[in-house]
C-alpha cells in the first residue's frame, strides 16, 4: 500500500481489522467469487451491467485465481478510497479494456459506456447536459483523445485525454466508489 502514499494516511491495524471482519462476514469462505460481487451490486448475468462487473471483477482478481481474496479487496478499497486520479485512471483502462491488449478499441469503450448508463439512468438532471446516446460519447472521446488517429486508444492517450478535458474525464474515469448503484439496486428490487 506504500505506492499509494500521498497526503492521505495509510490503513493502520485497527482498520484492517474491521475490514476484516466485514470480509469475513460477506465472505466466510475468505474468498469473494464473480457471483457473489454481482449480487452485492444488484446485477445478475442476464443485464447489462454485467459486462461491466466482470470487467471490474478481473481488475480486482489480481492473481486471477477467479475469486477476490482479503489482500485484493484492501487493494480495492485503498484506489476507491485513497487512490490518486492516475491510478484510478489507470484502473478505468484496465476495466475498459475487456481483452487486456493495451488499447482500446471503440467497441469496448461502447460496450462499458453502454452498461454505465445502464447502471446510472437519469444521471444528467443535475448537469444540465443533454444525454448523450453511448455511440454519441464514444465517438467525441475518440475526436478528442486519439492523438495519433490509429483508431485506438493507448493508455498514454486515455489518461492525457482525460487530465486535459473535463468532459473526457469524466466520461472515463469511472466511479469506483458505486455505493449509490447498490442502494439504487435495493430500492429497485424491494420495489418489485
Not at 471482519?21 to 447489462?48: I, M, N, Y
Not at 475498459?96 to 471503440?106: I, M
Not at 448537469?127 to 498514454?156: A, Y
Not at 473526457?168 to 469511472?174: N, Q, R, S
Request: include cysteine; hydrophobic fraction near 40%.
Amino acid at each position: 500500500m506504500g505506492q499509494f502514499q500521498s497526503d492521505h494516511r495509510e490503513v493502520d491495524i485497527a482498520e484492517l481489522q474491521e475490514l476484516y471482519k466485514t470480509f469475513v462476514v460477506e465472505c466466510p469462505s475468505g474468498a469473494l467469487f464473480l457471483h457473489e460481487f454481482k449480487r452485492f451490486f444488484g446485477v445478475t448475468d442476464t443485464t447489462e451491467e454485467s459486462l461491466y462487473m466482470d470487467n471490474m471483477f478481473r481488475t480486482f482478481d489480481t492473481n486471477e485465481d477467479n475469486t477476490i481474496d482479503f489482500l485484493e479487496y484492501v487493494a480495492a478499497l485503498n484506489l476507491v478510497l485513497r487512490g490518486k486520479l492516475e491510478h484510478k485512471l489507470r484502473w478505468s483502462f484496465k476495466v475498459y479494456d475487456k481483452d487486456g491488449n493495451g488499447c482500446l478499441e471503440r467497441e469496448e469503450l461502447r460496450q462499458i459506456i453502454a452498461a454505465i448508463y445502464s447502471i446510472k439512468t437519469g444521471a444528467t438532471a443535475k448537469d444540465e447536459t443533454p444525454l448523450l446516446t453511448p455511440d454519441e460519447v464514444c465517438e467525441r472521446i475518440f475526436e478528442l483523445v486519439d492523438e495519433n488517429g490509429d483508431g485506438q486508444l493507448s493508455l498514454e492517450e486515455f489518461i492525457k485525454g482525460a487530465q486535459k478535458d473535463q468532459w473526457v474525464m469524466k466520461m472515463l474515469k469511472l466511479n469506483v466508489n458505486p455505493s449509490g448503484w447498490v442502494i439504487d439496486n435495493r430500492r429497485k428490487r424491494a420495489s418489485l
